[in-house]
Structures are given as structure tokens and as C-alpha cells.
């Protein structure tokens, strides 16, 4: 257990270091805060397109940050810096679970910032905040920690680079699975329990139009990102056990 939280503070650690990371950070709170100033142009919608520039923000520092999954583990095997823990009993999992727990800790720390910079901005311009934002973000954060599940998983089964690409295809029609069984035909109803379902964590326009979202479907929201994660996450364990990292 000491392994897996050693590997997993180490990689939030080298990550959150970054310093480009919080250039990008403090530029999405400042784009937030700079829709407030346009409150004639959006026809007094001001705070709406804050809300929405939030969430729309949160979301892509999640997929960005989840994006890093697909690097860590390759860096690690190609500069033989887990070599020691590799040859551990329970080595392999705990260096594949640890370097998740890692991005996602950054994940969410991403997206929390992000979210709190912008209630903060939409505090300071109307004295108040919608409590959706924080539901909106909560989920945001369920989404990349599900995310970098599969590109741990993708990072071992493809090149670095192309893994990213697969990751942000996965993203991109994930948010779009539940419209491919309608447009296609009901054969694509199966890829939808096989792909990241994205749509089940995705209730931006519901949240942004003011329209709280109940209890059970955010938490099976929750259970859906936790479930898929561990079981991306088994397979990719299965994988790495018949690794040869020599």
C-alpha cells in the first residue's frame, strides 16, 4: 500500500509542478471573468455565459489533464525508473493503480481550481453563485478521472502519441454515443456499453438553463464513471502482467 501511495504522490507531484499548467489555470478563470463584462452585447445573459464559459473551461482542463495519463507510464518504463517496484509481488498493479489515483488527484485538483476561480468571479460580479456550477464541475472531475482510466489503459496498448489521439476521439464521440443508435441504426446501442458513455456525466445544458439536477442521477452518474474506471482499470492490469518490461 505504501507503493501505490508513493507512485501516486509522486506523479501528482511531477505534474502539479508544471508551471504551464497554471498559466492555463489562471487564463480560464480570467476568460470567465471577462464574460461578465459583456453583459449588453449578451442581451443581460452575462451570468449565464459566465456559468456556461466555467463549465465549458472545467471540461477541457479535465480532458487535457486526463491526457497526461497516456505519457506517465511509457516515461517511467523508457527512463527504468520502476524497475525496483516492477519485481514486487503486487508491483505491477500497484504502479498501474498508483499512477492513476495520481492523475486523477490532478484532475480533480485541476478542475477545482478552475471552479472555484470562477465562482469567485461570478461572486465578485453578482454577489451570488448557483450551486449548480459546483454540481456541473463535480461531474466534470467524475468524467476525466474516468478519462485517464482509459488512457492508462490506451498507453499500453498503443504508442504515446497515438493513444492521445484515440483518447480525444473516445472523448469527442463519447459525448456523442447516445445520438449513434438513432443516426445509425440500434446495432451501434451495443458500442455504447462498450465506449465511454460521456453522456451520462454530460448535464452542462440542463445545469446551465437552471435546472437542478436530482440526487439519483448524479450519483449514478458517480457509480457510472467509478465502475468503468475499474474495470478499464482491471484490464489494464491484466495487460501489464504479461508485459515484458525488461
Not at 22 to 40: E, H, S, T
Not at 93 to 110: A, D, M, P, Q, R
Not at 172 to 192: E, K, N, Q
Not at 194 to 215: A, E, K, M
Request: charged share 10%; net charge positive.
Amino acid at each position: 500500500m505504501s507503493d501505490l501511495i508513493a507512485i501516486a504522490q509522486s506523479t501528482f507531484g511531477r505534474a502539479s509542478r508544471m508551471k504551464a499548467l497554471y498559466f492555463i489555470l489562471i487564463g480560464c478563470v480570467l476568460i470567465v471573468g471577462a464574460m461578465g463584462l459583456y453583459g449588453v452585447l449578451s442581451a443581460g445573459r452575462a451570468k449565464e455565459m459566465m456559468f456556461d464559459a466555467a463549465l465549458s473551461l472545467s471540461l477541457i482542463v479535465g480532458m487535457l489533464t486526463a491526457m497526461s495519463s497516456v505519457f506517465e507510464i511509457p516515461r517511467e518504463l523508457k527512463e527504468q525508473t520502476a524497475q525496483l517496484i516492477l519485481t514486487k509481488p503486487l508491483g505491477r498493479t500497484h504502479f498501474i493503480v498508483g499512477k492513476f489515483l495520481g492523475v486523477s488527484l490532478l484532475c480533480v485538483y485541476n478542475v477545482a481550481i478552475v471552479c472555484i476561480g470562477s465562482a469567485l468571479a461570478i461572486y465578485m460580479k453578482y454577489n451570488s453563485v448557483d450551486p449548480n456550477l459546483y454540481v456541473g464541475c463535480a461531474l466534470i472531475a467524475a468524467e476525466a478521472v474516468l478519462l485517464t482510466a482509459v488512457g492508462v489503459m490506451l498507453s499500453l496498448l498503443l504508442r504515446d502519441a497515438v493513444a492521445a489521439v484515440v483518447l480525444f476521439l473516445l472523448f469527442v464521440i463519447g459525448h456523442a454515443l447516445h445520438v449513434l443508435p438513432v443516426a445509425f441504426g440500434g446495432a451501434f446501442a451495443v458500442v455504447g456499453y462498450i465506449l465511454p458513455n460521456l453522456y451520462h456525466t454530460d448535464f452542462s445544458v440542463l445545469l446551465g438553463n437552471g435546472i437542478s439536477l436530482p440526487r439519483e442521477v448524479f450519483l449514478w452518474a458517480i457509480c457510472y464513471s467509478v465502475t468503468y474506471s475499474i474495470a478499464v482499470l482491471g484490464i489494464a492490469v491484466a495487460v501489464f502482467q504479461r508485459r515484458d518490461v525488461a
